[in-house]
């Protein structure tokens, strides 16, 4: 059994929070944890920014100037992680989310704000566990199929285009 102890902040104050927008988050990391084979209690916080705060954190921690839609900051590698002494829980790391980023993505892509961020909050759980994309053509592959499995499995779709 999984449970995700979640600490949640909204730093923007960009774009109106979504009511349930925090419960669509913690299903992601839940499902995406899930569908990774981890269990027991996990520790991760969820930060809101807006896009000029990401695109400082994106040049001071990765040396792109440049606004991006997530960073994240795992907290544990080769599957050690410190416990959260208040909850007991294994602490996974951090996750911002440019609310203003993903708000403008999900105009630009044809769906909701809760898909959008429903992704990036499944992404960035990816990038928590050691899973990377860039520059490894394979990594993307496996990422791309987790997410659309993990976002199917909890009904989270795109919308279909087109009739299709």
């Known amino acids: 059994m999984i449970h995700v102890y979640m600490s949640f902040r909204n730093d923007q104050k960009v774009i109106e929070l979504p009511k349930?927008?925090?419960?669509?988050?913690?299903?992601?990391?839940?499902?995406?944890?899930?569908?990774?084979?981890?269990?027991?209690?996990w520790d991760v916080s969820v930060t809101l920014v807006d896009n000029e705060q990401i695109k400082?954190?994106?040049?001071?921690?990765?040396?792109k100037n440049k606004v991006t839609d997530v960073?994240?900051?795992?907290?544990?590698?080769?599957?050690?992680?410190?416990?959260?002494?208040?909850?007991?829980?294994?602490?996974?790391?951090?996750i911002l989310i440019s609310l203003e980023k993903a708000h403008a993505q999900a105009i630009e892509y044809g769906h909701s704000i809760f898909r959008e961020v429903a992704f990036l909050a499944t992404h960035s759980t990816l990038h928590l566990l050691g899973y990377v994309h860039?520059?490894?053509?394979?990594?993307?592959?496996?990422?791309?199929?987790?997410?659309?499995?993990i976002l199917n499995k909890l009904n989270i779709k795109r919308p279909e285009i087109d009739g299709k």
């Open 71 to 94: 960073i994240s900051f795992p907290m544990g590698a080769y599957d050690y992680y410190d416990i959260n002494p208040e909850n007991g829980a294994k602490m996974l790391g951090d």
């Open 56 to 63: 400082k954190l994106n040049k001071q921690f990765r040396g």
């Open 134 to 149: 860039e520059n490894e053509p394979q990594g993307e592959i496996i990422m791309n199929d987790l997410q659309e499995r």
């Open 20 to 41: 349930g927008l925090r419960t669509v988050i913690r299903r992601c990391v839940a499902a995406t944890l899930k569908e990774t084979g981890y269990d027991g209690d």
